[in-house]
């Protein structure tokens, strides 16, 4: 709907656990546990959860590590849970997003930290996350604002690195790095609506909060500007038929109904009645009406001028 610098090269910081996550779950059910276990010589850096090596954990509480607490050593242990290197996983991390289409990204590391050369675009960040929200179990992941875990010896809340969730944003992912700038993925459910917003190089601001206020007027944006548009509803009269002796009206029996862009001007109109059909068009779509059988001879008397030209705002 709306987009800028939509190809234009980009860190991806920690959006790119997205693609961590989903290569893990070819490889994983949800439900399934691993042993924890780190590269040789790994060193915690940035944003970690100080997983230790030897330790049981449930693929789901490793997902929550890698999406809600965004913890880079649980991108790690991913990597070594599945492929055994960190350059093994990272071979299939980009297989993967050539197999999605994302042909303007490239992976060098499994967690996001900056590395010259791990690229992606916004385009190739809307491809994976409508991959990512196809599945509903990593959308009830993210959905989470804390989760709970002692595989550190002790019980222990950790809490989500998005500060918009109690606003309806039930993921995807943040990121922050000196070349991303502040970075998120929303998905949006409030309202009826699916609204996903992808935000960039947001200005790094003192509370690391900028990205989250792009996010909501990006929304306010969409939501404003589009919506649903009833060309004609339920009982819309559509045409009069006389003849000498009587006169019947016929209305519609169903609404019209488009997504459309409600800064446009949405134009209706009748374009032809061919075997007691007719056609109407507006900006959007098409419809056809059909006309109850007359054994009489009829004349036409469309009563549609008033939604022949219709603003939709």
Request: hydrophobic residues 40%.
């Amino acid at each position: 709907m709306f987009s800028n610098n939509l190809d234009e090269q980009i860190a991806p910081a920690s959006i790119t656990k997205i693609m961590t996550a989903l290569v893990l779950l070819d490889y994983y059910e949800i439900t399934d546990s691993i042993t924890i276990s780190l590269p040789d010589n790994y060193q915690y850096s940035g944003k970690v959860a100080y997983l230790k090596s030897g330790e049981s954990i449930t693929i789901e509480n490793l997902l929550e590590f890698l999406l809600i607490y965004s913890a880079n050593d649980a991108a790690h242990v991913v990597a070594i849970a599945t492929t055994g290197s960190i350059d093994s996983f990272v071979i299939e991390m980009n297989n993967k997003a050539k197999l999605f289409g994302m042909n303007d990204t490239t992976f060098l590391n499994p967690d996001g930290l900056d590395e010259d050369g791990h690229m992606t675009t916004l385009r190739d960040l809307l491809t994976i996350s409508l991959k990512f929200i196809e599945n509903f179990r990593l959308i009830a992941i993210t959905s989470k604002n804390s989760f709970s875990s002692d595989v550190s010896g002790k019980d222990k809340i950790y809490y989500s690195t998005n500060q918009i969730i109690d606003n309806g944003y039930v993921g995807i992912k943040t990121g922050w790095t000196s070349d991303a700038g502040l970075t998120f993925i929303g998905l949006n459910l409030n309202n009826d609506r699916q609204i996903l917003t992808i935000v960039n190089k947001s200005i790094v601001d003192n509370s690391k909060l900028n990205h989250f206020k792009d996010t909501e007027l990006l929304y306010a944006n969409s939501f404003n500007s589009f919506g649903y548009y009833e060309s004609f509803n339920i009982g819309t009269e559509l045409y009069r038929i006389r003849n000498s002796l009587e006169a019947s009206v016929t209305s519609s029996n169903e609404s019209w109904v488009d997504f459309v862009d409600l800064r446009n001007q949405v134009k209706v109109s009748f374009v032809e009645y061919v075997e007691r059909r007719l056609k109407f068009i507006n900006n959007n779509s098409d419809r056809e009406v059909r006309v109850p059988k007359s054994t009489y001879e009829v004349i036409w008397k469309f009563k549609l001028l008033g939604i022949f030209s219709v603003f939709a705002n």
